[in-house]
């Protein structure tokens, strides 16, 4: 059994960007263009996000990690909500990637081989994680079975992120029944959820993923964490700037001593 319907979550800008990528790393995925928080107007933002989370964002503050303070994560959580409506609509499971995610080219294959167990005899159990930013402290946990292993509420006490997983038509009716208002990050969203019992969350054990340096497993990796390294270059170059700016100063002042002392 393959999954008829798989998503890329980007915005307009990195489509831009990057479109010759992801239609050679992404090749049967569709690509769905991300609701970015500049887009959403105000009268809407009022209507779909908590009064005190809505303060929040006005004044870029929040009190614990799972608050949002800015509208771009209002924007992420409004596009895996209409990505969870597709999968109503279709009828059948989704597979879901945020853009900093990058297949190998082994995932086809095992990829499919698991989800066909997963979707004849647990589609409805919950969502299946083929990534998260946990995943380095769920392999060293006891295996739900040899497929997959349950997060229990220890991890859930952590950020999950949303980079890779498998959502059914069952478990996108109770997301969506309880989306609104908007209060926390959609990742703490879902893990609430989960910690009331409401549904299960699993990540895949049988494929393993690499964050640049940090390896989580001897076996091939399907899937690694791609870091983005706009933001970093950009330090870099304000770093190295400033180091010649304080280069240059230096030697103006040794030039001008050596002079002031030769003219005396």
Avoid at 23 to 50: C, H, M, R, W
Avoid at 62 to 84: F, M, P, Q, R
């Amino acid at each position: 059994m393959n999954i008829e319907h798989k998503y890329i979550i980007c915005t307009k800008k990195r489509l831009e960007q990057n479109k010759e990528y992801y239609d050679k790393v992404f090749p049967d995925f569709k690509i769905f263009q991300a609701v970015e928080g500049k887009n959403i107007e105000e009268s809407y933002l009022t209507e779909i996000v908590n009064p005190i989370t809505l303060l929040q964002i006005k004044n870029n503050f929040c009190y614990t990690e799972k608050d949002i303070n800015h509208i771009n994560s209002v924007g992420s959580a409004l596009s895996h909500y209409k990505l969870w409506k597709k999968c109503i609509e279709y009828n059948k499971p989704l597979l879901i990637c945020e853009d900093d995610i990058e297949l190998s080219k082994e995932v086809d294959e095992k990829l499919y081989i698991i989800i066909d167990k997963y979707l004849k005899n647990d589609s409805d159990k919950g969502i299946f994680f083929l990534y998260s930013l946990i995943h380095s402290k769920i392999i060293h946990k006891k295996k739900f079975n040899e497929d997959y292993i349950q997060m229990d509420e220890y991890l859930l006490e952590n950020s999950l992120g949303l980079q890779a997983y498998i959502i059914t038509p069952k478990i996108a009716e109770i997301l969506i029944k309880n989306f609104f208002p908007i209060t926390v990050h959609v990742d703490w969203y879902i893990s609430v959820l989960s910690q009331l019992n409401k549904i299960k969350l699993y990540f895949i054990s049988d494929i393993y993923f690499q964050e640049r340096g940090i390896n989580c497993s001897s076996s091939n990796y399907l899937f690694y964490k791609k870091p983005l390294n706009i933001h970093l270059g950009y330090f870099k170059i304000l770093v190295i700037g400033f180091f010649i700016l304080n280069l240059l100063s230096i030697i103006i002042r040794f030039i001008t001593i050596i002079y002031i002392i030769f003219i005396n």
